[in-house]
């Protein structure tokens, strides 16, 4: 059965990792296990128009938390930049079914 990420979790947050990366922060609550085995990198990747080996994942389970990094598609502040802080990526991912 597929649910929507931001159905699963208690909040997705995505933000600024300076002025070239981009993070976002999946806090899961007690869904930690089931969002870690169901979250497949290669899918988040193509989501987000990215290749695979770009992005950086991090599942944190002391703190129920899994990260994905990966490079902004241009720099902070660049003329094309459309989120200057980053925060666009998060309602996204969480619209994502998993």
Do not use: Y
Not at 25 to 32: L, P, T, V
Not at 54 to 66: A, G, N, S, Y
Not at 68 to 88: C, K, N
């Amino acid at each position: 059965m597929s649910a929507s990420l931001g159905d699963l979790v208690l909040k997705v947050r995505s933000k600024n990792a300076g002025p070239f990366w981009l993070t976002i922060d999946i806090f899961c609550g007690d869904a930690f296990q089931e969002v870690s085995a169901r979250l497949n990198t290669g899918r988040e990747a193509a989501w987000l128009s990215l290749d695979a080996d770009q992005i950086k994942r991090f599942d944190i389970e002391e703190l129920q938390v899994i990260k994905l990094s990966f490079p902004r598609p241009v720099t902070q502040g660049h003329a094309a930049d459309r989120d200057m802080h980053g925060a666009g990526m998060a309602p996204l991912l969480a619209e994502m079914e998993i």
